[in-house]
């Protein structure tokens, strides 16, 4: 299996959704997102147009193999290509429909929105509709809570950190939770503003999460 390429990036045809990788004179055809393309640096030119040697780039792959051919997807991430494997495994959801998702977010972002249960917000993705989208909330919220530190089973039963009060334990574990998904310390201080503290430590993330995608 093929998990890395390295080498210059000699074609990107946005048009397409691929990029041509150059890896010792051998070109690989990667199928793209939105945010990997536009990570990826443009391919150079002289004034001849002969190519010109760039920058070299890393990128991971996945391989997917189809009755019809096989197709090499690329990410510019590590972060990246785990998300689009666990969007895979959601029922209903290939890689074109992975790879939708990941041209309109982020994976800190498609956390956020899957931990804040946004099912509208992943509906606005290429080739995701309403339920395609509801069954990714359902099928990755767990996977995301864990991820994140949560249990969701025992979120509303979290006992405070020793030494500090249940709403001073909630908050360190809420923030934490919250870092873990991409967010800045401030960021989540900001959020946290009107967040009432007595509610269950799962609704105080939810909260949060909604105030940091606005």
Known sequence: MIYTLYGIVFEIDVLGGYAVIDC?????KITVS????SSLPAPQFDAAGNQLDGQNVRVYTHLAVRDDGVELFGFYTKEELDAFKLLINVSGVGPKVALGV?????PDKLYSAVAAEDSKAISRAQGVGAKTAARIVLEL???VAKMAGVVPASLGDA????GGSAGGGKLADATDALAVLGY????IAAAMKNVNMEDPLEDIIKSALAALMR
Request: charged share 25%; glycine share 8%.
């Open 24 to 28: 010792a004179g051998v070109g690989y």
């Open 34 to 37: 939105a945010n990997t393309m």
């Open 102 to 106: 990941l041209s309109l977010f982020t």
């Open 141 to 143: 919220h767990d996977k």
């Open 159 to 162: 006992a405070p950190r020793k």
């Open 184 to 187: 800045s310390r401030s960021e």
